[in-house]
């Protein structure tokens, strides 16, 4: 592994440094299967991406917003119509470093797009007539967002209080939950999750374990999918807190519908 820096004649390394950030390099072990990974570590010095990569993989800035601490990562694996390309939105957001997979339906270009890509289409709908220079902002007349959630008022909206749970997680996969003062739910599917299947297997799949794999500790069931609504306040280790006064309903943004999400270690 080595370590570049900002006086480097390395164009990918001053890419990193015009927003502000340290990137090392570094190979991939051989039993790994992916060709790239990406990851946000911490040294003595900090926060920095460290980028492992095959021999063969290449990688290249397709654009920096130095300002705004962001940039568009594309990551080339193999050859001819094998080749595959991979898009990674990398930048500051609040307090932290982060790295996102952007949906290969969506071969963006540059940051704004990709974060427009980013937002699921119910986000993207309500932000019609907005300005892009607001569309880009955390909070905006059309919705409020933290990390990778996004917040709708839902306004008049009458749940029935009884099924209103209090300081519930919001969470994806392994990352680290958003804590939620009230949240209501409705529809959804009903899942079993333990340490080995976060995103749930489903009632048919859990059937098929064997008896042995179902009986061990750690399974519970969740809802997936469903109407999520939530108020009050929404914490996070990483994030400032947020106040949410009345209903709002809850989306999460596209960085699961990537393929690319695989290659990346990092989670909030």
């Known amino acids: ?31 790994r299967q992916a060709m790239i990974e990406l990851d946000v570590l911490t040294d003595k ?5 460290l980028v492992r990569k095959s021999a063969d993989a290449k990688v290249e800035v397709l654009n920096v917003q130095a300002d705004a601490r962001h940039l568009l990562l594309l990551t080339r694996t193999g050859e001819g119509r094998q080749q595959v390309k991979a898009r990674f939105l990398l930048g500051h957001d609040e307090r932290h470093w982060f790295v996102a997979a952007i949906p290969e339906s969506t071969p963006v270009s540059t940051v704004t797009a990709a974060k427009q890509a980013l937002k699921p289409e119910q986000i993207v709908q309500g ?32 749940v029935n209080e009884r099924m209103i749970f209090k300081n519930e997680p919001l969470q994806r996969g392994r990352g680290k939950a958003h804590m939620v003062q009230e949240l209501y739910r409705e529809g959804g599917e009903t899942v079993y999750v333990n340490r080995e299947n976060p995103n749930g297997l489903t009632q048919a799949q859990f ?51 990537a393929v690319a999400m695989r290659n990346v270690a990092f989670l909030d």
Not at 4 to 15: E, H, R, Y
Not at 45 to 49: D, L, M
Request: charged share 30%; with cysteine.
């Open 45 to 49: 010095e900090g926060e920095y991406f």
């Open 127 to 158: 932000e019609h007539g907005i300005r892009m220079k607001s569309r880009q902002r955390r909070v905006n007349k059309a919705r409020i967002r933290q990390g990778e959630w996004f917040f709708v008022p839902r306004a008049n909206l009458k």
């Open 207 to 257: 059937a098929r374990l064997s008896e042995k794999v179902r009986s061990k500790p750690g399974w519970r069931t969740m809802v997936r999918n469903p109407r999520v609504l939530v108020r009050g306040t929404v914490r996070h280790p990483d994030h400032k807190t947020i106040v949410l006064d009345g209903w709002h309903e809850v989306f999460v943004n596209t960085e699961a519908r």
């Open 1 to 31: 592994m080595y370590k570049t820096n900002s006086k480097t004649a390395d164009p990918l390394v001053s890419c990193f440094a015009k927003m502000g950030a340290r990137v090392k390099f570094g190979e991939l072990h051989p039993d």
